[in-house]
Every structure is written in structure tokens, then in C-alpha cells.
């Protein structure tokens, strides 16, 4: 028995991947699409413009996209996979959850709102039950869950191996993002081929209060975020896929090379359709990771980390995962897996 | 009257820059060119695969490329420009020196020597005067000068304006670097594109040791290199000339963004020939400088920064130079210009 | 004595260039700025993403940008420089043109009307005159003339000298085309990075039909098109600027390679402030032309050959022309110049 | 049981390939490796810098990289793959041959000679009976076969179509070549970013000929090379993988848009393990095939075309393929497998 699941934003990147994922999952099925307005009623093969590098699965193609409005999902969908621009993830996700669906987010919307579980299931499995606080608050049957930012993802499964043996302080990160990862119009050609984008809007206050509020503690009825301070520097390359990332921690403890690795390689994994077998795979090869050789990891759903050196006081590493997978869709699938096993759906 | 000068190592990516800011240059006239055995004895033309955007100048084709060693340069020619491999620069340019030839080089050995000037004109010009103590101990006619490493150009004229505002205690680095930095055949095609390299070797150590020898203080007997922590981290992306950097610094007072765009802005030029007008440029837009936009301000000799951002307890900014130009063949050539106004040559 | 010149369409890709060019241009003056509506009334600093890697000319930054219409241009504007969407300027050229300006458009519009000419300066010259057949015909008071879209100028020159010189019988070519030609968004980066695009709407016909109206002859009343037979396939490929093209071309006469060489590099120039000294230039060397190291030959305003073989019948060459430059903007004030020497303004 | 198997120029960006495919292989085993002298004694790990994005296979990594020489390879190999410079090839494959050893070779040298097979199963599988006249011509036990260049096979399944359905008499190819058919260091960053190059030495002879070769009749003694002119220019592109090619072919009969696909998607294909189900896959839309989309279909082992149109007396079309899969790699493990399938092996 599969779980009929719901795609809202079908036609963009992220929504391309989301159907790559569960078209072949043996726990969901695809039993709707949503659009926009302009896409609405056309057969997916029609309204997407799909640009991934396998062909759109034949049943798929000939779904009809509907709006993206609980009253055009049909009721025995069980689960509802969203990556809608925020502002419109804004408005509709709360209509969704209050129309009885269970709605795993990838929108950046509400990440940060005090009764939303913002999970990586692998890092903070637990904050799933921040479900419970948000039903009684919202009076909702339905459920709101987020995963994070794509940026924050790929270090925040290092930074939490790096915590729980030293402890974090204080982190400071670069980052090198795919265009990927602004949608598929987001940047253009001519903006990016021999240059570098030193700027992404929003996005270093996202990676300094996502991962505050992931590596925090929930006690049953709010999350404590964590107390260290996190700087970050977002920069777009001309890469199509994989989030490298430079990162700089300051630990209570002293650190090692040695410890440090360990930590992250032993760092526990889950049981779940989609995790990797191994969350973090640490390079000794300093020259790795890199996004074209090392994206792809575990189907895109592991992190990879190298260049790991003690400074004084802490540790330096860079880390890189997929963005579009382990940093959206596969992200957001993770979470409905955990929703499932959790009996939430 | 222009003044003779020789260019070691001239066949290479830095070597080509060199030629082609020092053929139309009002002090200097190219007199000797050298390279390596394989291409000793022919004339440039066919000895270069020359590779800029402007056509090799007609005289300079025809100049018969000499040994790289001083026996193979004219008496006559009164300052040598070098760009070499730093285990040939190591080797060869002692021996220049001690022939009497005053070296101006951007090769990386002897960088770090006690009584070797590291010079950039507009930020330590005083430490020019070490050439005395290096004469009394080494015994040399000529000397030796050095530029630093690219990737420390790049931001130490932004650092040392806000060192001179504020102070720096801790200084945290990411460089998003060109392909150009590693030489025309030094990053292949398969490894860079789609792609970024977290790793070059050797570089963190440069802009962490280089940087703190350049804000040192010279007291007429011995560079005291400054303070300040360094950690750096480089990157190499598909960007083929321009290095940018993301640049967060602890400072020991309080620093307010207009307090350092100022100091940046206002941070003393010099009336040497290639000198930009105005050294720091500060963008206000977020999301400038860019690589491609902004590499060629003032000729390629201008640093420009822009994102600045106050932080707790210091500053974060992101800042740009080209890096064969103001980061290489220009740094050296700016110092070939300092030798001449202090009568060094 | 400068000519007032106003821009239609001065916020794009093509009307960055037509600024970067009129504004030092000893024979024009810019008056005057028209965009689309959302940017009326706004200062051109503001309106524009400016995207070129010099900054805004000072004077041009503060003008206000008026609507695209002839009511919005002031009378005292002698010449009208038009880079328009084909929709647009289908419909307002015209309008221009009643109104008594005249008007040197690079839009694809009316390029092949019976009455209006399509000109390159330096190969047909004499079909300026059409523009009295188009006054007879429309009451005219003003002019149209047009330039020919990039791809065709790249290949045009070359074609004319080898038509000259043997006779054109039939021409097959391939092009290599740059993203700039497509406009600022005109293609996204996940479109192009580490990919190519075997198709360009509408291009292959423009290149087939352009051609054969550029060489062919003019007897004062109309044009004969060439009876050449053009064939085109065009591809669009990550580069920023220049149009590479491969051509194969069948004569009449029997072609040497020393002879095309010959009668490429002997075609006529012309004495206009934006013409090359030299047309075509032709490289011997068979690597040659490349985009990146050849683009900006003679400000942008010249042609590159290489790779010349003799074939079977004929000649087969590689041809590259700055697309914005000498394919776009360049090409438009050109006609300007050329309108200018022969009165017409 | 699986047939033993050598792969000459193991560590090379196509003997990469050669491992990716045949480690997995159920007719194939690896059993030995060479290389150049200085990998030589080495474990195939430390030898070669693996750049596919997959991980070495584990047993492999271990085995030790012996000489290129017959003397090296064990005794029980039954099949040698190899992938050598053509200089090498040259020497080296003869000696194989002589030693017994039956050699499927991806190598430039001998392809054009009277008594070597050139083949692509599909297009050509009888010419394989070569190899009865070679025995006898040389007195070899083993055997040489060869697969054509990466350019080549990408347009002869498409042609072979159009022939049979119509008749070649005149083809222009122009291609746009991804990087990695240079090999790993063939192609520098600062080549290739932001540019094309216009040639590629002595592949548009290679194209020329090996195609006439592919398309002709074998008689029992002979092969009898196809009579159509074929003119190939050959421009390498800043892609990672995938040769594009731009294709004009005038045909004896009346070639029509619909007869052309069908004929191409109508090709036969062969029952081998790494035959595709559908040789020449046709795209309706005009802008496939694309490298990036495209180049993966089958495992990297079909041909894809797009852009058919009708021109004036033949056809005009483009067509993409896997240049180290289908174009190398793949080439010569098919050829392989017609090899056992035909009881050479």
C-alpha cells in the first residue's frame, strides 16, 4: 500500500526533482500536481518545461496540473510535498494543513515560526513533534513541516557531528552555490559565465537562523535555538549542481583532525527509504569535495567533507552536498518518510 | 631617458602581463626577455604562445629570448622584472643580484625572508628601506623586492585600512579564485568546468603569513609582522581572471560600515605611474564587486570591495582585484616604480 | 557640430553598446533615451541594469528615460538609433519615420521590405539609396534603414570578397553563436553551462534570406538578390561575446586558398569614424579566429578569418564578429555615419 | 564464465570508461591493466587520477598497473581494449597481435589500413570478416579491430539511415566537440572558458574519410569506401561531454522529413549487451538533442537527432553522442562484444 501524495509547484526545479524521487518510491505515489494559474488544466508533459537528464515517467506526463488549492487536490491525497516561491507557499501551505493535509515544505516560509518542525531527520528527528504544539495551537487536523534552505543543509550535518563530541561556539561559512539553486531562470547566462555573484538575497540571514534553530533543543513544547553565533557569506558560481561550502568552527573543546572525522563519519544515519547509508563521507584527499565528482553521492542524499584541519581553538573544513536533492526535494521526501514512520501520515 | 629592463620567465601567463604593461610604459623599455632552455635562443614570436587579447607589440615579437641567467641579460639593462617558478626564482635570483641587477619579483620564494621587502607602494612603502639591511648582510650590488601572492593582494589594502581605523585582532578569509592564478596550463578544462576546487596548495599559508608580514611595522632594522590571526581558505572556480574574496575581521574598536567605507575609500594612492587614483573602490549595491563587471577598474590596478557589513564585534566585506594585473605583472611593475622614485635604480 | 541621436530601447543588451559607443562619438551627441514604459520618466541610472564592464558615462547616468514614442523625443533629435523587440519596432519605427526622423534600426523588423535598404557600410553601400524609392512610396519625410542581424554581418564580409572574386554559387554555414545575442535573460544559465543549443528561433532563415539581399545589386529602383543558396544551421554556445561561423562556399571560378586570403583582406573599407582600418582580417594560423581573443579586433568593429582550405569547388573558411559590436550596435552607427556622409540627416 | 580482458591505457580518461563499463560487465572481467612505465608496478589507484563520478571499483583499485607490452599481460586474457596515444598504438598493437592477443582498439593509428576492420556494429558488422584477410596478410594468431573517432560515430548511424533510404551523394558536417575528447589534460581552463577553438587537428580528415570507409561495401576482400564527398569542420566548445554536430546531406532520391526519421528511428539494432534498444533516437523538437539533456540516453551508448529539415535536393539535421561512451569507451567494448558473438574471442 502506497501513500497517494500531492506535488504543489510541480512544473519548477524543485518540483521536476520532487517527481524524479517519488515517481519511483516504493512508500508514495504521485496522485497530484499543482501550478500556477497559466498551467493549470494542461497535461504536466505540456506545462513543464522539464530539463532534467532522464526522460518525465510516461504516467506523469499525462497528468492533468491542477491549481494550487486544496479544493482541487483530491481528498484521499494523503501527503503533500510543497516548493512553491514563499509568498505564495505563504498564503496557500496554511490552507492545505487546515483542509486536513499533511504538507512536507521546502518553501521558505514559516521555517522559523515557533510551532513549525523544521527538520533534517537524520540531525533532529525529535523536533518532529513540534506537530503536536502546532495542532493545539492552530487547531489544525492537517500539519505543517519544513525542511531548510539548501545552504544550510550541507553544513549543518558536519556542524552537528562537530558539536556533539566539542561543542560549537562560533561559525563562520562561505559559500559557493550552484545556479540550480535559483530556480531555473533564476540566474542568467550572462550574469554568470566567467564571473562569480558575491551576493544571494536573503540567504546568509537563512543559513545563521536555520541552523541555530536545527541544532537547538526541543523539550517537548519549544525549540531552544542554539547559542552559537554563525556568520555567513553566500556567493553563486557557475556550477549547475552542489553546494560547496567553507566553514570555520570555533569549539569549546579542543578538536582534532582525527575527532573531528570520526565524529562526522559516525554521526548516526536513519533507516529511511531515502538516507544515505552514510550521512557524511569525509575525504582525506584535500582537493575534495568537489560539486562535479562528488554531488552525487548516495543518489545526491549524502554530505561530503574534506579539507579538515584544527585552527586555534577549532576546526576548519568545507563540505558540499546536492542542493536540488539532499538540499530540496530529496530534503522534503526525507521528511515525509520520517512523517510516515512517525505515524503522521 | 627610459630605463632597461628584463623580464625572467617571459613566455609565461604573468610574463605576457609584464610585457604588456611594460611596452607602452613611459620609464621602462624592454631590453632582455628570458625563459626556459627549450625556448632560449628564439625570437618571441615563437617562443610565447601568446594568449592576451591584444596582439604581441611588433618589437617585443622580434626579441630573440635569452637563457634565464645573468650572463645571457646586457650590462646595460638596469632592472629586472621576474616571474619564475619560485624553485628557478630561488635558484636565479640571488645570482642576478649578486650581479649587480636590481630584481623586482612576483615569484613566491623568499617572500618570507627577514631582510627582503614584501611591498605593496600604496599600503608599506617603507619597508622598501630593508633593501639596506639586505645589501649589508647579503653583500649585494643589486637587490631584491618582492610583490606578495595574488590572493594577498587582493585584500590586504581593504584590511589595511581598517587595521588603521579600528585594529584587527582576527581576520577569516574564503577566496573565490581565477583560473589564470594557476599559470595558461595550470587548471585543465575537465577539472574546472562545472566545478570549483576547494584547495590550492600552498596558498592559505601565503595569505596568512604575507598578509601579517605586509601590515608589520618596519623599524629600520627588522619587519615586526602584525598580530592579527589569519585563517584563509581558497577556492578555485570557472572565473578566468579577477579573485574575489569574502573577508570577515574582528576588529579592537567598534566599526560602523560608513566608518570603514570611508577609511577604505580614503586610503592614500601614490603619484607612481600605474597607481590608481583612488586604491579601495567601495560599491554600495550588495552585490557588486563581480569578478567580470569589475576586474579591469583603473587598467586592472584598483582593489574594489563592496557588501560591507557590520558584525559582532568587527566587519565583513567582500573585495576583488584582477589578479594578473594589480595581483601580479602590475604589482610588479608598481614596485619596479617605487625602486626608480627611491633611487634604488 | 555634433548630431543630436536619441536610442530606442536604451536599457537593453544592444542599447548598453549604442551608449558606450555615441557617448565618446565626435560625430553624435545623445539627446535623448526611450525604453518601455515601466522605466519612462525614470533617470537611465535607474532604469538600466547596467551590465558592461565600464561604468555609465556621467551625463547619460542622469537623463531621464522618456516613453518610445515620437511625442516623447524632442524635435531638435536628428537621428534615431532603434534596438527594439521586432514587435515593438514594427509598430513604432514607422511612426518615427512619418514624424520626420530618421531612423538606423537594429531590429529584425521590415529588414527585408522591397523599399528599405539593409546596409554594411563597407559592402553595399549604394543601397542606401533605396531610401528614396521608400520616401516616393510612403511620404516619408524621414528614413528606415536597416542593419542585418549578427550572424549575417559575420559572414557577409568574407562572402563578399570571395563572390567578388570567383562567384557565389551556393554557401553552407554552421555558427557558434554567444549568449549576449540572445540578450541580457535571453538565456539561463542552466540553459547553457556545460551544455549547446542546435536551434535559434527564426535565425536560419535571417541568415539565408539577409545574405542573399546584402550582395545582392541595387539599380536605383531596386534590389536583385543574390541567386546564391544559403543554408543554415545555428547553435548557440557558452560564450559571452563573438559569433564564431563555419563556412563552406561553392564557386564559380576556381578558388585558391592565397587568392580568397588575398581578395578578403583587399576588400574596401571606408573612411567612417567607426570603420576598421582593415575589414577582414585573416589569420594564418589554423586555431584561428577564437571568440574571446579575437572579438575585440578594431574596437569591435572588424571581421576574422582563418582556417581558409580550398575544397572541392570552392572555399571553406571560420569567420567570428563581435555580435553586440560590430553584429549590433556598431553596425547601427555605422549606418548612422554613413546616413550622416550621404546627407540623409 | 566471463572472458578475461586487458586494458591497455588504463589510467587515460577513456580507459576510465573502459573500466566503468566493463568492471559490471557479465561477459568481461578486468584482468589486467597497463600503462606508461612511470604508473607501471603501481596499484591502479595510486596510478591514475580517477575523475568519474563514481568511485573506483574496489577491485580494481588494487590490481597492480603493468607495462604496455605483450610480455606483461598474463597469458589467459583473451581480449584486449585498448586506448593508447596513436604513436604508442602504433608499436604496441601489432605486438599484441602477433602474440596472439585479439585487440579492440578506441586508437587513431591504422584505422584507414586496407586489412583492419573499422566498425560500429550496428552500421557495419559484416566488415568484421576483415579480419580473414588480415590473418591471412600478416600471419596473425590474435587480431586488430578498430572503432572510428568519438565525430565520426556520432553522425554515421544517422547517415547510414539517410543512404540507405535515399543515397549519400554530398555531406557537410561542422561539429561542436566537448572537452573531455582531449583527454583529461588536453584542453586547458584558459583555452576553453568563454571561447571556442575552430579546429582540431586532423579530426576533419578523420571525419572524412573513416566515414566513407564505415559507409562502404565489403565484398569478401575489400572494402569498397562509399563515393559521397564528405567536408568536416570541427570547433571544440566549452562542454564537459557529447559532440553535437550540425549536419547537411544532398541525397540521390528525394529525401522528405517524415522518411528521414522513420529510416533513422527504423535503423537496425543488434542484441549485443551494450547495443541500445533504439539506435538513432529522433526528437520532434527543434532545440534537442542538447549535450547536457541528451548525452546519457541508453547509457550513453544511442545517437540522438533532431532539427531534421528538408533543403533543397537532401536533408539537413543534428545529431548528439556520448563522445566517451558511444564515441570511445563504448565504441570498442560493443566491438568487443560483436567479437565474441562473431567466435573471434
Tied chains: 1, 2, 3, 4.
Excluded at 106 to 118: I, Q, Y
Excluded at 126 to 152: F, M, Y
Aim: contains cysteine.
Amino acid at each position: 500500500m502506497t501513500v497517494r501524495a500531492g506535488i504543489l509547484g510541480a512544473t519548477g526545479a524543485v518540483g521536476q526533482r520532487l517527481i524524479q524521487l517519488l515517481d519511483p518510491h516504493p512508500e508514495f505515489e504521485i496522485a497530484a500536481l499543482t501550478a500556477s494559474e497559466s498551467s493549470a488544466g494542461r497535461p504536466y508533459r505540456e506545462a513543464a518545461k522539464w530539463r532534467i537528464d532522464v526522460p518525465i515517467p510516461d504516467d506523469v506526463a499525462e497528468l492533468t496540473v491542477g491549481r494550487t488549492d486544496p479544493d482541487a487536490v483530491p481528498d484521499d491525497v494523503d501527503i503533500i510535498f510543497s516548493s512553491l516561491p514563499s509568498s505564495v507557499g505563504e498564503r496557500v501551505e496554511p490552507a492545505f494543513c487546515e483542509a486536513g493535509y499533511v504538507v512536507s515544505s521546502n518553501s521558505s516560509n514559516a521555517r522559523l515560526d515557533e510551532d513549525v518542525p523544521l527538520t533534517i531527520p537524520e540531525v533532529n528527528p525529535d523536533h518532529l513533534d513540534l506537530i503536536e504544539v502546532q495542532r493545539d495551537r492552530r487547531g489544525w487536523e492537517g500539519a505543517l513541516v519544513k525542511n531548510p534552505n539548501c545552504s544550510t543543509i550541507t553544513m549543518v550535518p558536519p556542524l552537528a557531528a562537530v558539536d556533539k563530541a566539542y561543542g560549537l561556539d562560533r561559525v563562520t561559512v562561505a559559500t559557493l552555490q550552484a545556479v540550480s539553486g535559483a530556480g531555473y531562470s533564476g540566474v542568467t547566462s550572462m550574469e554568470i559565465i566567467d564571473n562569480a555573484l558575491p551576493h544571494i538575497g536573503g540567504e546568509e540571514k537563512k543559513m545563521e537562523t536555520e541552523s541555530r534553530k536545527l541544532l537547538g533543543t526541543f523539550d517537548g513544547a519549544e525549540v531552544d535555538w542554539h547559542g552559537a553565533r554563525v556568520d555567513a557569506s553566500c556567493n553563486r558560481i557557475p556550477t549547475l549542481d552542489g553546494h560547496l561550502e567553507n566553514v570555520w568552527a570555533d569549539t569549546a573543546g579542543d578538536a582534532t583532525v582525527e575527532g573531528v572525522a570520526a565524529a562526522m563519519r559516525q554521526h548516526p544515519t536513519l533507516d529511511l527509504h531515502s538516507s544515505p547509508d552514510q550521512l557524511v563521507h569525509v575525504f582525506e584527499e584535500p582537493d575534495r569535495p568537489q560539486p562535479r565528482l562528488d554531488r552525487n553521492r548516495e543518489n545526491g542524499m549524502a554530505v561530503a567533507v574534506g579539507g579538515v584541519q584544527a585552527t586555534d581553538g577549532g576546526v576548519q573544513f568545507n563540505c558540499l552536498a546536492h542542493n536540488t536533492m539532499r538540499g530540496a526535494a530529496g530534503a522534503s521526501v526525507l521528511n515525509g518518510e520520517l512523517l510516515l514512520e512517525n505515524g503522521y501520515v
